[in-house]
């Protein structure tokens, strides 16, 4: 079973920075593609950010480009989401995902718990 755990949602200020991590087996961390979804208050679940098994290609929608980084620590099995200058059209409720399908905004069927953003003005 692929157990997804994720952490380092918080409060943020307009301009600051936020760090989330995805923890997941050695094993589930070398099979599936991962990456970060989102989902706003009144809005749709949205796709973030991908990435490939090597860590190489990372994919993003276009309104986090050049803000957000996401990132694989082998060592640690773990899924990063490092967020910079974030702004309020941040806030959400961002979700860990694996089995996505890469350079895509397809979700696989594996997600985490969500872990809540919010950004102040």
């Known amino acids: 079973q692929v157990h997804l755990v994720e952490s380092g949602g918080g409060l943020a200020q307009a301009g600051g920075s936020l760090r989330l991590s995805c923890a997941t087996s050695r094993r589930t961390f070398s099979t599936y593609n991962m990456g970060w979804f989102r989902q706003a208050p009144g809005k749709e679940r949205e796709f973030v950010a991908s990435?490939?098994?090597?860590?190489?290609?990372?994919y993003y929608i276009d309104s986090v480009k050049g803000r957000f980084t996401i990132s694989r620590d082998d060592a640690k099995n773990t899924l990063i989401l490092q967020m910079d200058r974030l702004k309020p059209e941040d806030t959400a409720v961002y979700y860990c995902?694996?089995?996505?399908?890469?350079?895509?905004?397809?979700?696989?069927?594996?997600w985490g718990q969500g872990t809540q953003v919010t950004v102040s003005s």
């Open positions: 990435i490939t098994l090597d860590g190489r290609s990372p």
């Open positions: 995902n694996a089995g996505l399908i890469l350079r895509t905004t397809v979700a696989g069927i594996y």
